[in-house]
């Protein structure tokens, strides 16, 4: 057996005692799914489906973006609230097991929420952020100083009945979804790297995964418009406080300009960390009424709290994300540059 010192046998012993007296098993994540949320979700839902047996389906508030869609079972329903809102409502009171996964809990999955919260099915909670909303569920696997949800499961699933510690008996599909939910949540190996984590990818690389695959899917199918618009973006928008950070701001006018979809501003934050001066990077994406925030830094600054602070959110201590609302944090959205410069001042100093 391969018990990390961060799981608990009993917890994982109820869990496969929940999933045994389970008929239909749902899997959820966040709103605007990444690649860590799709990832664990694929992976789940394929082991319950193909090593437990069980009536298994996936229930995510957004449609993901286009390079994560290779996730995706072939046959095992996944269900976008954003695309079939009453098949996926359905399946939430049809269920008797859910099962949360890369979130700290139900109030992240939005338009889901309430849903969720009323179910009278089991709920079981496995997540890497801080600050779980524990009350809500029965089951919690919590574990901040790890990579991913996907890392997390990956050490469950190697505890559960008939898997003897053995990466060769998951599923290969599962196998894959789990190295790639890791894979983007490291920024591929770049940030949030434990031991743990290149153990996992060792593992699974022995057990088969085939690692240029999964990179070739999740880095080189981008849309010509998506590359032109990061190097716009890092040409014409990028600006360095004389305290070290760098933000950027995607105003709708630039994202209609080259025509951006969902997810293809994912990873634009990361790139002005590979200047010397600049400590934290900062991206802002208009949305209604709000810009979304990403936020990372270098060892010894902490995104975590600066996002707490600044941004109504929180995260991971060098990689995190919130919100910028106008009229209540700024006055009009086009005020956002001058927050970020106060906010450089105030927090770097």
């Not at 889901?112 to 089951?139: C, M, Q, W, Y």
Request: charged share 25%.
């Amino acid at each position: 057996m391969v018990m990390t010192a961060f799981l608990q046998p009993e917890l994982v012993r109820r869990l496969s005692g929940q999933i045994d007296r389970a008929s239909k098993v749902t899997v959820a994540a966040h709103a605007r799914p990444d690649g860590d949320a799709l990832g664990s979700c694929a992976a789940l839902a394929e082991y319950l489906t193909t090593c437990r047996g069980k009536d298994t389906a996936a229930i995510l508030p957004d449609t993901p973006p286009r390079n994560l869609r290779f996730l995706l079972p072939d046959v095992i329903p996944f269900l976008f609230h954003d695309a079939e809102p009453e098949n996926a409502l359905r399946r939430i009171r049809e269920s008797d097991l859910v099962i949360l996964l890369d979130c700290s809990g139900f109030s992240r999955t939005e338009g889901l929420e309430v849903p969720f919260r009323e179910s009278g099915a089991g709920k079981v909670l496995i997540d890497h952020h801080l600050n779980p909303e524990t009350e809500d569920f029965s089951l919690v696997f919590s574990t901040p100083g790890i990579s991913s949800a996907s890392e997390l499961l990956y050490w469950i699933l190697l505890e559960m009945p008939g898997m003897d510690g053995n990466p060769r008996r998951l599923p290969p599909r599962c196998a894959a979804a789990l190295l790639s939910g890791m894979t983007t949540d490291t920024n591929n190996f770049a940030n949030s790297v434990f031991p743990s984590t290149l153990r996992m990818a060792s593992q699974l690389l022995e057990a088969g995964v085939d690692r240029d695959a999964i990179l070739t899917e999740l880095y080189q199918r981008s849309r010509e418009n998506r590359v032109r618009a990061m190097g716009y973006l890092q040409n014409e928008g990028l600006h360095i406080t004389p305290e070290g950070v760098a933000y950027m701001i995607a105003t709708r006018e630039i994202q209609d300009r080259f025509g951006l979809e969902e997810g293809e501003t994912e990873g634009l934050v990361n790139i002005p960390l590979s200047i010397e001066q600049v400590r934290m990077s900062i991206l802002l994406k208009e949305g209604d009424g709000q810009y979304r925030v990403s936020l990372r830094s270098k060892k010894g600054i902490s995104a975590q709290r600066c996002a707490a602070a600044w941004f109504n959110g929180g995260g991971h201590e060098n990689a995190s994300g919130g919100k910028l609302l106008w009229p209540r944090d700024i006055a009009r959205k086009e005020d956002a540059a001058a927050y970020l410069e106060m906010v450089s001042k105030e927090f770097m100093k």
